[in-house]
């Protein structure tokens, strides 16, 4: 199982930006998956998921109404969009999936939310 993420970076607060994750070695597509984060110093958060088989979704409540987790089966690859973005939102940002009664993460991208 691998697990890429991409698209973290520095932005503005009240910036957006687009996380992707892409999947292998794995369905995905009978797969819930799941972004989770980490900011500096704390321990993991779990922040929105994804169903595989009715694709309704679910939220941190202090991402509610700003962030969007989707997901194209066809492409393999899990999204997060990130909108009105605080300071507070700094962290390494993972996907997850659990798969088999085992865990796994991928190597995570940094998302910087600073002026």
């Known amino acids: 199982v691998q697990l890429q993420a991409s698209g973290g970076g520095l932005v503005q607060p009240g910036g957006s930006l687009r996380l992707s994750c892409a999947a292998s070695?794995?369905?995905?597509?009978?797969?819930?998956m799941n972004w989770c984060r980490q900011a500096p110093g704390k321990g993991p958060e779990w922040v929105a998921s994804?169903?595989?088989?009715?694709?309704?979704?679910y939220y941190l409540d202090s991402v509610k109404g700003r962030f969007t987790i989707s997901r194209d089966n066809s492409r393999r690859t899990l999204y997060l969009q990130m909108n009105s973005l605080k300071p507070e939102d700094t962290a390494v940002y993972y996907c997850?999936?659990?798969?088999?009664?085992?865990?796994?993460w991928g190597q995570g991208t940094k998302v910087t939310v600073s002026s």
């Open positions: 997850h999936v659990f798969w088999k009664i085992r865990d796994y």
């Open positions: 070695g794995f369905a995905f597509r009978n797969d819930d």
């Open positions: 994804i169903d595989s088989a009715t694709y309704r979704t």
